[in-house]
């Protein structure tokens, strides 16, 4: 079955920078699109980023367009989200999840909290 499983978050201080990770098993990685999704306390899932199967093309919100990355590796089923120019309205959980722009299967999530 399709497991996601995010790491890298943590505390940061606004301005900061944290890299996510998102290791992929269960289905053939290198054929799906891929995308970060956060969900801020109180608030609904919102999509952040996609990317396409052989990275080709990449998208992002409005909201962190020039400050995130999104990336993968193939080879190694992975999926990462470099964070820079954090701010404090970027904290929430971070979902990994199979698909360009929204899919079924995601990960538990990873905490991003950002504060001074």
């Known amino acids: 079955q399709v497991q996601l499983v995010e790491s890298g978050g943590g505390l940061a201080q606004p301005g900061g920078s944290l890299r996510l990770s998102c290791a992929a098993s269960?289905?053939?990685?290198?054929?799906?699109?891929m995308s970060w999704a956060r969900q801020a306390p109180g608030k609904g899932l919102e999509w952040v980023s996609g990317?396409?199967?052989?990275?080709?093309?990449?998208d992002y919100a409005d909201s962190v367009k020039g400050r995130f990355t999104i990336s993968r590796d193939n080879a190694k089923n992975r999926l990462y989200l470099n964070m820079n120019s954090l701010k404090p309205e970027d904290t929430a959980l971070y979902y990994c999840?199979?698909?360009?722009?929204?899919?079924?299967?995601r990960g538990q999530g990873t905490q991003v909290t950002v504060s001074s």
């Open positions: 990317i396409y199967s052989d990275g080709s093309h990449t």
């Open positions: 269960g289905f053939s990685f290198s054929w799906h699109g």
């Open positions: 999840v199979k698909g360009f722009k929204s899919g079924v299967d």
